[in-house]
Every structure is written in structure tokens, then in C-alpha cells.
């Protein structure tokens, strides 16, 4: 078989099936139109602990701990950890994997990270080279607008573009066997970057990456939309749901009903969360939640979800450079 199909995508020759995963949320979020399909819903977004940094790190250790526990295996069994965040040096990630203890390999994809953290388990399972990869990430409200815009203690109004970062954090466990949903193929995203320099506009900022890698896989495979249950975008919010579809539309692809936004749906529309929910965790919790549980139940058999992050950094903007963008296929099927 040949895995490479086109230019970007790969399909597996064996599968990897994903065997467990745990999403942990906070008040908000829980409180969303999906919180029933959330795994642990914390009421504290502190989590008892005295920073927001300390409380993003055991949202995602809770994760990976609860992740194992519920597939059944021990941390010997397991081959590598993949983990990001969104903080500088990804101490979340970095220090969980200090506690968990486990071959870590640490990423930065922005809020795109679940879906190059999966993207990459595939390859190492696959490959040969592993039998059971962990993959974790996480965000925080507070610790994002303390690190990209302000400290929340300055109560400054945000733009109606702007997003809301989604805490919690969500886990997923590939394995070289089991029962699936299987991830059956990848689409490898390039920078994209249309000189968005608006930190308070991260979705117009991540569109035009996901525009071009859906246009990419659906190239690469020779696909339609309506080949998919469900196409998932994670975290454009509304503004940038509208911008991929204005993107895709110029290029004669149209997206239909199965279309669907993880920084839409966290938070419902609600106004007092701009234009919705971003961060590493929004794809990632929703994932682990709602489109699992709903593959499980056969209600969805093929999802295309693409894990969208804009690459920013404060250093960066401040020097007046723009926000590139990134975004990552992956192709789940039950």
C-alpha cells in the first residue's frame, strides 16, 4: 500500500486505534451547550491550586492520569508521551511529564496541537516504532491573556473578534490494536500566513491554514465533503468559521451542514465569550467529548477534523511581525 496520497496526506497501511480518552473542563465550559459530554467538570478554575499555571498543569495531569486509568493500562506500557500547550517552553506539558514520568516528546502547535500530537502518534504507531503513545494538551483562560494579552486582574474589554481561551485539557491514548474509532490518515499543514496582526483576531489570523488544508486533503484523497460525517475545524470561533467558508467557496468548494467549529460550539454563541472558544484544550476537550462519544454511538462513522493554531508570539507581534498561521487533518473513522 501506498501511504503518501498526493502531496500532504498519508494514509496508515495498519490503523492506530485510539483506546481511551478524557476530556477535563472548568465552570464555563461545563456550563457550555457540549458540557454533558465532558468526562470531569471542575468548579474551581484554580483547581485548588495558588496560580493559574499550577491549576493548567493538573487539569492536564488529571487528563493523562484518567485517560490510563479508564483504558486499563500502566505507564510502563506506555511507549511515548506527546504533549503542548500554549505557554512558553510548554512548562504544562514539560512539567506533567515530570510527574508522569514517560518518554516525552514535547510539541508547539499552537491550538492545533491535539491534531499534530495525533498526527504524529499515527506515524510512530504505524511505523513500528511504538504500541500505545500518549497525547495530552491542555490551555487556561487566565494563564493564555496573562502570557498574549493582559492580566485579567486589569479588566480590559476585548474586541467582539477576539476569543475566549477554553480551560481544561483533554488526553487520548493510540494503540496498535483495539476496537477503534481507528485514525486511518493524515493531511500535514504548512504555515499560512495572509499578515494578520491582530492578536484580537485569531481566527482570521488560522482561516486561511485551514482553508488550505482541507482544499489539500480533499485534493490529496479525491474526496468530497459529503464524504464525511462531520468536517471539525478546532478552534476558528465565528469569525473564522466565516472566513473558511468565504475561502473555500472562492476556490468552488462548499461545505454544508456537517460543518462544524469546536470555538463555536464551546460556548454556544454567547456573546460574553467574543467570538467563541480558542485555545489547545477547545479542540481537544470537544474531541474527547462530544465526537467520540457520538462515533461510539455510530451517529458519526467519518470525521475530518483539522486542528487550527495561530503562531503567535507577543515578542513577535510587538516587533511588528504578523500571525502566521497552522493546521493539521486528521481523518477519524469508526
Known sequence: MEKKQGDRTYMFA???????????????????????YFDLKI??????????EKAERRFLIEATNATL???????????????????NQIVSASFTARELRLPFLG??????????????????IDGGFAQNVLVGVSSHYQTAERQFRYPIELNIKHKLSAQYT??????????????????????????????????????????????????????????????????????????????????????????????????????????????????CACSAVITAG??????????LKRVLLVGTGALHSPLTWQQGESIPGIAHGIVLER
Open 290 to 299: 462530544y465526537i467520540l462519544r457520538e462515533l461510539a454511538a455510530g451517529r
Open 14 to 36: 495498519n490503523p492506530p486505534a485510539l483506546i481511551g480518552a478524557k476530556s477535563v473542563v472548568g465552570p464555563k465550559e461545563a456550563a457550555g451547550p457540549v458540557g454533558q
Open 69 to 87: 486509568e479508564g483504558a486499563n493500562l500502566a505507564k510502563d506500557q506506555i511507549d511515548f508521551f506527546l504533549a503542548g500547550d500554549l505557554l
Open 166 to 279: 477554553v480551560t481544561g485539557a483533554g488526553a487520548f491514548l493510540y494503540a496498535k490494536g483495539g476496537d477503534g474509532p481507528y485514525l486511518k490518515g493524515v493531511t500535514v499543514g504548512k504555515v499560512v500566513d495572509y499578515k494578520i496582526k491582530d492578536p484580537s483576531d485569531m481566527g482570521a489570523a488560522m482561516a486561511p491554514a485551514a482553508a488550505d488544508t482541507i482544499l489539500q486533503h480533499f485534493e490529496d484523497t479525491g474526496r468530497e465533503p459529503d464524504y464525511y460525517d462531520l468536517i471539525f475545524t478546532g478552534d476558528l470561533g465565528k469569525v473564522g468559521m466565516q472566513l473558511v467558508n468565504a475561502l473555500l467557496e472562492q476556490c468552488g468548494t462548499r461545505l454544508g451542514s456537517n460543518y462544524q467549529d469546536g470555538g463555536v460550539m464551546i460556548f454556544g454563541g454567547d456573546g460574553a465569550f467574543g467570538a467563541g472558544g480558542s485555545g
Open 107 to 124: 510539541l508547539y502547535g499552537a491550538c492545533s496541537t491535539m491534531a499534530e500530537g495525533g498526527m504524529l502518534a499515527g506515524f510512530l
Open 43 to 52: 468548579d474551581d478554575p484554580l483547581f485548588g491550586e495558588t496560580t493559574a
